[in-house]
């Protein structure tokens, strides 16, 4: 049944993919954007390419999207923290985040460079999807041959020119789907024997009270103290507790959290700078974009105008 679903599938992106060659070889140099991105209001999913050079500032840390995330890389050496514990990424992987599952990336300085693709939950309706959405339940690390790794690229690539083109085009809908079913089909998991789950880490438990107000809120704003009590636990206890699970202290957390949750902002709304700022309860707008800049290596405004084009 699946194989049919393949075939049909082809045949209805064939037309497609013969415009989009020619377009692809005149394309130019890729725009590099900063992360986090988030699905415009209307759409169904976005896709964009990333790029970083040797010496390029990369930011990124353990944070969840209310959308499913799979990310094709081409250049990557580094590692993947997800629910089912950490694995080490090598070209051509292929990772999967699905809706609200916890996940982070640290990444070596070598050049890097990935298609990033979020969609809406729903896109996994439809009995075409079934299998497909049954082998994507949780956090995957997945690994393809070569043969399946040069489909996969070149259909991706055709993605990203049909998505610039029509992002609302069913033609780019059709692309996703059968990328997600290729994926699903042909790739294997990535298998990391000596890690352990990030939700099965000593303690996140005793977190979770914590941890569900980033779920819930885009800035939290509570001291260490009123963290730790709210959990149950000394202060001390929870500080190491949580920086043995994310790597990083509490009150960086925090001002993470609410960075990500501004960039967020700033490319789906038209919100102000100075609203967005207020909002989250920076103390000035003046600090906001400077923790902003030292985050993510530019401005809010510079950002805005980036994704935006």
């Known amino acids: 049944m699946l194989k049919i679903c393949f075939l049909c599938l082809v045949i209805r992106v064939k037309y497609v993919i013969n415009v989009i060659y020619m377009r692809y070889l005149l394309m130019g140099k890729v725009q590099v954007y900063c992360e986090p991105f988030c699905i415009e209001k209307g759409y169904q999913f ?15 840390f353990l944070h ?11 250049e990557i050496d580094g590692c993947y923290y997800y629910n089912q514990g950490e694995s080490k990424l090598i070209d051509n992987d292929i990772v999967f985040t699905p809706a609200l599952e916890t996940h982070n ?13 979020q969609f809406l939950p729903e896109l996994f309706d439809g009995s075409e999807m079934q299998k497909a959405s049954s082998l994507l339940q949780h956090g995957q ?14 259909m991706v690539k055709w993605l990203h020119q049909c998505y610039q083109d029509n992002p609302l085009s ?19 998991a990535v298998k990391s024997p000596n890690s352990k789950p990030i939700a ?10 914590a941890i569900d107000l980033f779920r819930q809120n885009k800035s939290v704003e509570l001291t260490l103290t009123e963290a730790a009590e709210l959990c149950h636990i000394s202060p001390s206890h929870f500080s190491r507790m949580f920086k043995s699970i994310f790597r990083c202290n509490f009150s960086k957390y925090c001002l993470q959290h609410k960075l990500y949750s501004a960039a967020r902002l700033i490319s789906q709304t038209e919100h102000s700078i100075t609203s967005i700022s207020y909002d989250l309860n920076f103390s000035s707008p003046s600090h906001f974009i400077a923790q902003f800049k030292r985050q993510f290596n530019t401005t809010p405004y510079k950002y805005r105008l980036n994704v935006k084009t």
């Open 141 to 154: 690390h997945l690994r393809l041959q070569q043969k399946d790794i040069e489909i996969v690229q070149q």
């Open 105 to 117: 990336f640290e990444l070596n300085k070598r050049p890097k460079s990935w298609y990033i693709i």
């Open 200 to 209: 099965s880490s000593v303690g996140y438990a005793k977190l979770s009270p």
């Open 170 to 188: 069913g033609e780019s809908l059709m692309l996703l789907r059968l990328i997600i079913l290729w994926v699903a089909e042909h790739s294997q």
């Open 46 to 60: 976005e896709i964009h390419n990333v790029q970083y050079q040797e010496d390029d500032a990369y930011s990124c």
């Open 64 to 74: 969840f999207h209310e959308v499913h995330e799979f990310i094709i890389f081409e």
